[in-house]
């Protein structure tokens, strides 16, 4: 098997030897300016906010310099994922979304909600827009994701089959509606919609797994997963599961979280290649599932 990355200059090597044009990664973040700021500032108080060690931010960059990053690891295609944590955001999100991904191909377009009456409107609206993924965040957002007030919404999202990244697991934080159950009562009612568990689930991996098992358009993402700093306490991954992770290879696409992690990239890269799951499970991870999912070309 090839060599995992050693660093972030050496990442091109490494897809380049797996016969790969590139990465599409599923899970990257560009927020607002003063978004961004309390992000980071969030991140900088881990100690306080997780219980955990320091989480230093390795690409706390301007914009312009983590466009740059992801140009030179060699990131074809990203998402940009907005969050809201209370309603009323949604809306200017995706407004401000957009127009980043405009002028921009490499950017992936996207566009989030929050349970609110205005929801179904905007919506639609940034699909007419060019919305090409959406992210909703349980945990941060502190809801339902049952709510009735997204029904409609979920029923779009449903028809049109377009991705919606979703943090629903209990880690690295429990929220009162996170973990597989809302989940599982959601895709009971909404059966074919095209959801990317972020995280993997993490830690309920299992749960995760089963339900992308269950569900022909339910696919996971890597952020984070197997990482040092995320195999440390309950977080960790039961190696017993592997084999179910090996036979799900065409539904696992590559998510980092870039900016906000504790660690140079490459070594997301490096903690899948330990897995041991064979250069065709990285090349799908890696490139082809996210190229199928948002139709990209070599």
Request: aromatic share 12%; with cysteine.
């Amino acid at each position: 098997m090839i060599a995992a990355p050693l660093d972030d200059a050496d990442v091109p090597r490494f897809w380049r030897e797996l016969g790969l044009p590139g990465l599409v990664d599923v899970h990257v973040h560009f927020l607002p300016e003063r978004v961004q700021a309390k992000v980071w500032e969030y991140f900088g108080a881990a100690k306080d906010n997780y219980g955990t060690a320091s989480w230093p931010i390795t690409y706390q960059l301007p914009v312009e310099e983590r466009l740059g990053v992801l140009e030179r690891l060699g990131v074809r295609a990203f998402s940009t994922l907005p969050y809201p944590h209370k309603p009323g955001m949604a809306a200017w999100l995706n407004d401000w979304s957009a127009e980043f991904a405009a002028g921009r191909p490499q950017v992936l377009q996207s566009a989030t909600f929050y349970p609110e009456p205005e929801a179904p409107a905007y919506v639609a609206a940034a699909l007419d827009r060019g919305a090409r993924v959406f992210k909703v965040h349980v945990q941060v957002g502190a809801f339902d994701p049952r709510d009735r007030l997204l029904d409609d919404v979920w029923a779009r999202l449903e028809e049109t089959g377009t991705p919606v990244v979703i943090h629903c697991g209990s880690g690295p934080l429990v929220g009162e509606h996170t973990g597989p159950a809302p989940m599982a009562g959601l895709l009971e009612r909404f059966p074919r919609l095209q959801l990317v568990i972020a995280h993997l689930g993490m830690p309920e991996y299992g749960e995760f797994l089963a339900l992308a098992e269950r569900y022909e358009r339910v696919h996971l993402d890597t952020t984070m997963f197997a990482t040092d700093f995320t195999e440390r306490g309950r977080n960790a991954f039961d190696r017993a599961l592997l084999p179910r992770l090996s036979d799900l290879r065409g539904k696992v696409l590559l998510g980092s979280d870039f900016p906000s992690i504790p660690y140079a990239y490459a070594h997301q890269l490096a903690a899948l290649h330990r897995l041991e799951l064979g250069e065709e499970w990285l090349r799908a991870v890696l490139w082809g599932n996210g190229a199928r999912m948002f139709g990209l070309e070599a």
